[in-house]
Each structure stands twice: as C-alpha cells, then as structure tokens.
C-alpha cells in the first residue's frame, strides 16, 4: 500500500509562488512515476505535470514555463515549483503516483494523496 501526503499548499496573490510536496510511503519510490493534476471548483479534474521514473518530465500547455516538478528519490518526495500563479490556478492539487519505470508515461495512476488547496488571489 502506498501513501500520498500533500502539503505547502496557501494562500497567495498573482505572480507570487509556491512549493508543493508530495511524501511518498513505501521503498519503491523510484519506480514510480509520479504527477500531479488539480481541480478547480465546479471543474474537472485536470493534468498539471508528471516525472517518470527517469526523470522525463512533461506539462500542460498552462503551466508550461511556470510550473516545475522534480523528484527526490533519496527522501521519497516529489514537488512541484509554482512561479507566476495566476488567479485561474486556484484549485485543489493531487499528487499522484503509478508503478511505472519506463521511458513514457503511465496511462493512468494507482495511488492519490489528499490533496493540498492552492488559492490565488489579489
């Protein structure tokens, strides 16, 4: 079984930042590759980012240039670097994870943290 622990989460006004992390249980770590998607009130939830077990990265057109995951196998954690957030990044952030250790990307994930709120506002 695997555990997902969101934090860093807040409150922040436009072109501020934040730092996302996702603690991750288990000795299997880096053979997972992890993501993280949001859902903002009223939506759907939506990719935000993902790192596989290689450390091959890729982004939603959104987020591209702004947002930056990254991994720490050492201490089983993904986080994820917001820079510039605009108002329409509000949401709720889940961190995610699925045994995969190839080069592409898995089709879906197994595991899923809580969730951590982000709240962008001026």
């Known amino acids: 079984q695997v555990q997902l622990v969101e934090s860093g989460g807040g409150l922040v006004q436009p072109g501020g930042s934040l730092r996302l992390s996702c603690a991750a249980s288990?000795?299997?770590?880096?053979?997972?590759?992890m993501g993280w998607f949001r859902q903002a009130p009223g939506n759907e939830r939506e990719f935000v980012t993902s790192?596989?077990?290689?450390?091959?990265?890729d982004y939603a057109d959104s987020v591209k240039g702004r947002f930056t995951i990254s991994r720490d196998n050492a201490k089983n954690t993904v986080y994820l670097q917001l820079n510039s957030l605009k108002p329409e990044d509000t949401a709720v952030y889940y961190c995610?994870?699925?045994?995969?250790?190839?080069?592409?990307?898995?089709?879906?994930?197994?595991?899923w943290g809580q969730g951590t709120q982000v709240t962008v506002s001026s």
């Open positions: 995610a994870g699925a045994p995969y250790t190839g080069w592409d990307f898995p089709r879906s994930y197994n595991y």
């Open positions: 790192i596989n077990g290689v450390g091959r990265t």
């Open positions: 288990g000795r299997a770590f880096s053979a997972f590759a």
